[in-house]
């Protein structure tokens, strides 16, 4: 069975920073891309950065030059620095991944969620 697990959300003030992280687990052959979103209360789920297998990052505009992402492949994790954090980052963040387990085909599957709260 495929998990995602995330970490690393929690409280911070504004200006501050946090790292998440996803650890994908479970018997899989590959992963495509992956990505974290982003559901602050009464919004819809928003991309806010992604990556491919190669290294090519996708940013939302509301964090572009403040959030980097990155993967390790080797152990299956993405992570999400984010810098320079404002109110308006406060949301559940949601591990994303495209990957294929054995004896399945390519899906999208998707973490628990962790949640961000920047706040003074």
């Known amino acids: 069975q495929v998990k995602l697990v995330e970490s690393g959300g929690g409280l911070v003030q504004p200006g501050g920073s946090l790292r998440l992280s996803c650890t994908v687990s479970?018997?899989?052959?590959?992963?495509?891309?992956m990505g974290w979103y982003r559901q602050a209360p009464g919004d819809q789920r928003e991309l806010a950065a992604r990556?491919?297998?190669?290294?090519?990052?996708d940013y939302a505009d509301s964090v572009r030059g403040r959030v980097t992402i990155s993967r390790d492949n080797a152990k299956n994790t993405v992570y999400l620095q984010m810098n320079s954090l404002k109110s308006e980052d406060t949301a559940v963040y949601y591990c994303?991944?495209?990957?294929?387990?054995?004896?399945?085909?390519?899906?999208?599957?998707w973490g628990q969620g962790t949640q961000v709260t920047v706040s003074s």
């Open positions: 994303n991944a495209q990957i294929l387990a054995r004896e399945s085909v390519w899906k999208e599957y």
């Open positions: 479970g018997n899989i052959l590959g992963i495509s891309y």
């Open positions: 990556i491919t297998q190669s290294g090519t990052t």
